[in-house]
């Protein structure tokens, strides 16, 4: 069966648009259950500064939202040179409450060694299943990925610069390591012409999936980048990981070309 992506219009309504996304791509019962705690690793390199290139307090809120039978809801983010985990989540404090806390997994001392690209690591307990991981991202025009690129910050290190030589090998490890990504949500309500976010444009549309592969080449196909040219799907392919040709992943809701046209001036 061909992966599902789905396309969705944000209108105003965050939680409407993605309820309409997760109605799209299928049932969510095997994820939504009081016995599975949630891991939500935003995206955010930087807190500080006028470009915001990470997921909206909105789209977070209607992730949280969508899961509410879980136990525990962990919003999760590392240490890197720009602040630790802790500082950098709370752009999304106003979501914190009894259920939903910050996590900082470099903080973490309960963890599972394991091998990355050559070495060992301990990666945070909370990051194993049966806990379900969700990764969320703004939608970048960068070649090393938006959704993929996010595991990054699951390696605690706060110098992560090392790992950059061997980067596809140290997120598609990690990636085996956990169990791989159970939702993806990128949130394209904005799009950043790079990781430096020069150039942005509001694009208001979310892409969603339980196929991290498919939902990373539906994103850059957005973006003007071809999936085909890309080392970390084509490597995520060929482990078997996910589906990265796009003429194979069914994309639901809007038209995947003409939502395109909006971001052409990226």
Not at 140 to 168: C, Q, S, W
Not at 192 to 212: E, H, M, Q, W, Y
Request: proline share 3%; charged share 25%; with cysteine.
């Amino acid at each position: 069966m061909a992966s599902k992506v789905a396309l969705v219009e944000v209108n105003g309504d965050t939680q409407t648009a993605l309820n309409k996304a997760l109605t799209l791509i299928g049932e969510m019962n095997d994820l939504n259950t009081a016995k599975k705690p949630v891991v939500v690793k935003v995206g955010v390199f930087n807190h500080k500064g006028p470009r915001v290139n990470y997921p909206t307090v909105s789209v977070v809120g209607a992730i949280v939202n969508s899961f509410t039978k879980a136990p525990q809801i962990y919003l999760a983010e590392s240490d890197n040179y720009k602040g630790t985990g802790s500082e950098r989540l709370q752009v999304w404090k106003e979501l914190f409450n009894e259920r939903v806390v910050p996590f900082n997994l470099s903080d973490d001392t309960d963890t599972k060694e394991v091998d990355i690209a050559g070495e060992k690591m301990g990666l945070s307990h909370i990051l194993f299943k049966p806990n379900v991981l969700v990764s969320t991202h703004a939608l970048r025009r960068y070649d090393k990925g938006t959704i993929l690129k996010n595991l990054f910050g699951l390696v605690p290190e706060r110098k992560k610069a090392r790992f950059h030589k061997k980067l596809v090998r140290v997120l598609l490890d990690v990636y085996e390591a956990v169990g791989g990504i159970d939702l993806s949500v990128i949130d394209a309500t904005r799009a950043f012409s790079g990781p430096a976010a020069i150039k942005a444009l509001n694009t208001n549309v979310l892409v969603v999936g339980r196929d991290a592969v498919a939902v990373e080449a539906v994103g850059a196909t957005l973006v003007g980048l071809k999936p085909e040219k890309m080392q970390v799907i084509q490597e995520a392919v060929n482990r078997g990981l996910g589906e990265g040709d796009i003429e194979k992943i069914e994309v639901l809701g809007c038209s995947l070309e003409n939502v395109k046209r909006r971001f052409s001036e990226l």
